[in-house]
């Protein structure tokens, strides 16, 4: 029996950690899992809501670390960290993904010498001035057991000098849950409390520092926005980081009273899966959603100038479109322009709602 402390600490890890945890559970002669929250996100919309809308059970463990600077944070998850590891002397620990709390528990563990296994490795945009590539190279490094989406993943760990019996390509984790939850997302009432049920609308996302952080850069997307929502409404949940800076900037007020740019509060999982599973259109500078949108066929505009998922544009609906509002709305333009109807998904290889069995495997394997 393999006791495996599966970490989370950030909205976009709750989805990949829910299968797999989901998993281990059916297999209780194999697998004592134990959950694990570092705190990193605690609001109630950021977090408590996952948990309940993916059947995530209550975490055995919260650090409680919170928001601080990256350095701050990274340490505090560290020094939480530490002892609970010490404490629970797992054969494991799984750690998802490239936020701040991946890495740090990644690093306690290799300290430690206790085994990490890496959900999601391999990913790279090649641009270190994202918190999130540094994140994911120093944990790929540091991991014993790395588990891959695509399998661009694999080559790019291969050229970094990983040896090849630590990698194994399972597939993309976060498409079990997206398959999972479609049937339970058609409860949702999202599209009619938005007033956008039955007809044509965007949907947008946008959080990363290099977009959100600046007020040019975020005016200027927000220009984008407005011209777009002419043409059909523009729904808007709005993370913590970008909603702060909004105000900052003195943004927020021209755009809510400005038309059909609908600001909203962070959705749940169902209820945002109900949301854009029927738009038109996604914009958006998640990583996740460039993913999402291409197992549902779905048009995406990435508003960055990179992917670290290059497989949503080989074989999927995503066009990584950069940040000019003049580009940005001309894609927009060009994506309405075709047929509009969803295209047949072309779903990558392994995208198939088994990653979390397979992950299980390879865990038991190594
Ligand atoms: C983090 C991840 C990012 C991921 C994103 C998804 C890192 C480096 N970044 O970015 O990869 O795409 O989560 O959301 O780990 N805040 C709240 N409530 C919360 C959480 C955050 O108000 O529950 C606010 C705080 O003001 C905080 C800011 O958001 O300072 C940023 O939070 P943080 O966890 O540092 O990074 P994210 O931008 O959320």
Redesign the pocket.
Known sequence: MLKVINVVG???NFMKVAPIVEAMRRRPAEFAPVVLHTG????ER??DAFFRDLGLPTPDVHLGVG?AS?AQ?TAAVMQKFEPVVLEQKPDWVLVVG????TLACALVCSKLGVRVAHVEAGLRSRDRTM??EI?RLVTDQLSDLLLTPSEDGDRNLLAEGIPPERIRFVGNVMIDSLFKQLKNAEGSRVREELEVAGSDYAVVTL?RPSNVDEPDVLGGILSALKRISQRLPVVFPI???TR?NLGEFGLLEGVEGGGRVRFVEPLGYLDFLQLYSGARLVLTD??GIQEETTALGIPCLTLRENTERPVTVELGTNRVVGTNPERIFAEAEAALAQDGQKGPPRVPPLWDGRAAERILDALLEA
């Not at 990193?40 to 609001?43: A, G, I, L, P, S």
């Not at 490239?98 to 709390?101: A, C, E, I, L, R």
């Open positions: 950030a909205r976009p990193q996100h605690y609001d950021m977090s928001s990256h944070q490239d936020v701040n709390s918190p999130e994140n959080h993370h913590p980081r702060k998640s990583g």
